[in-house]
């Protein structure tokens, strides 16, 4: 089996939604947000200018599943841990053709032939006390890091949990 790798500019170019919006929030444009991570792959957090997360993407090339580890990655970022739910990852493998002509004449030269792999991580709004929340990405952390958190829906941005406690570390493996 080969191992797990980087996704290479060019497919990672075809991967990208060409106008990516925050639909059920504000409309308005997101934003990619690159966050580092130990994982061979890229994660990207799609958020609008107020915070709010409209998906996050894992992309990994790879033969092997990366959801259990993505999982334990966005666990140790997410306050509480448990707003991270295997339910809510859902993965895909992209191939050569649907990615445009470039990216699928790279994938053809490519050995070994594996596919990409893509999580999606999407949190729907959910009620807590018959208030509406929303999933929110803190970016405050350092660069290329981030912070989940939930807050109700019509929360200004403001300080992510971490941000309150004057925290900017996160949790170990």
Do not use: N
């Given at each position: 089996?080969?191992?797990?790798?980087?996704?290479?500019?060019?497919?990672?170019?075809?991967?990208?939604?060409?106008?990516?919006?925050?639909?059920?929030?504000?409309?308005?444009e997101t934003l990619p947000h690159t966050v580092r991570t130990a994982l061979?792959?890229?994660?990207?957090?799609?958020?609008?200018?107020?915070?709010?997360?409209?998906?996050?993407?894992?992309?990994?090339?790879?033969?092997?599943?990366?959801?259990?580890?993505?999982?334990?990655?966005?666990?140790?970022?997410?306050?509480?841990?448990?707003?991270?739910?295997?339910?809510?990852?859902?993965?895909?493998?992209?191939?050569?053709?649907?990615?445009?002509?470039?990216?699928?004449?790279?994938?053809?030269?490519?050995?070994?032939?594996?596919?990409?792999?893509?999580?999606?991580?999407?949190?729907?709004?959910?009620?807590?006390?018959?208030?509406?929340?929303?999933?929110?990405?803190?970016?405050?952390?350092?660069?290329?890091?981030?912070?989940?958190?939930?807050?109700?829906?019509?929360?200004?941005?403001?300080?992510?949990?971490?941000?309150?406690?004057?925290?900017?570390?996160?949790?170990?493996?």
């Open positions: 089996m080969a191992r797990p790798s980087a996704v290479p500019p060019v497919v990672a170019r075809a991967l990208r939604p060409a106008h990516p919006k925050c639909y059920r929030h504000c409309e308005r061979p792959g890229e994660l990207r957090v799609f958020a609008c200018p107020g915070g709010v997360v409209s998906v996050a993407s894992y992309t990994e090339w790879s033969d092997r599943d990366p959801q259990s580890r993505l999982l334990r990655e966005l666990r140790r970022r997410a306050l509480p841990p448990s707003l991270v739910r295997r339910w809510d990852l859902r993965a895909a493998s992209r191939h050569g053709p649907e990615l445009g002509r470039t990216a699928e004449r790279f994938l053809e030269r490519a050995r070994p032939v594996r596919p990409i792999r893509v999580v999606y991580w999407r949190v729907y709004p959910f009620e807590v006390r018959k208030i509406q929340h929303r999933l929110f990405a803190c970016f405050r952390h350092g660069t290329g890091s981030a912070v989940f958190y939930a807050a109700p829906f019509d929360a200004a941005p403001g300080e992510c949990p971490r941000c309150r406690t004057g925290s900017s570390r996160l949790r170990r493996r």
